[in-house]
């Protein structure tokens, strides 16, 4: 256990970092902003999932139309083969999609630790 009386009992990687009082205070305007991009990815996220439902939606309904008026067992199969192609293709592309946005939020999310990593790793010798 490390006891607080001196530097002589911290580690020798802590003993060499200084944290002076400007260093520990937060500005609250970069927070605002930090709170402002994190809304903004989590909203773009939501706004992705909103699209592909309704379009899923609506392709899965026009689906169901042409179904409805197709009158042979070939051409059922058809018309099927179709949606099950356009259907895997558009999933695939919305899914890239998203993953992208969600590797966007997190680089968002982890930017601020940046600075205070390289604050406590070691400096190259």
């Given at each position: 256990m490390f006891a607080l009386s001196g530097s002589r009992d911290l580690?020798?990687?802590?003993?060499n970092i200084s944290l002076g009082k400007d260093s520990m205070?937060?500005?609250?305007?970069?927070?605002?902003?930090?709170?402002?991009?994190?809304?903004?990815?989590?909203?773009?996220?939501?706004?992705?999932?909103?699209?592909?439902?309704?379009?899923?939606?609506?392709?899965?309904?026009s689906f169901v139309e042409k179904l409805s008026g197709v009158k042979s067992i070939d051409k059922v199969l058809e018309v099927q083969t179709e949606f099950a192609k356009s259907a895997y293709e558009t999933f695939v592309a919305e899914s890239q999609k998203i993953a992208g946005l969600y590797t966007d939020l997190a680089k968002q999310t982890f930017k601020p630790l940046e600075g205070l990593a390289s604050k406590f790793t070691p400096a190259a010798q």
């Open positions: 580690p020798a990687n802590l003993s205070m937060v500005k609250v305007e970069e927070i605002q902003q930090y709170g402002t991009s994190l809304q903004t990815g989590v909203q773009a996220i939501a706004t992705a999932y909103g699209d592909y439902t309704k379009k899923s939606f609506e392709d899965t309904k």
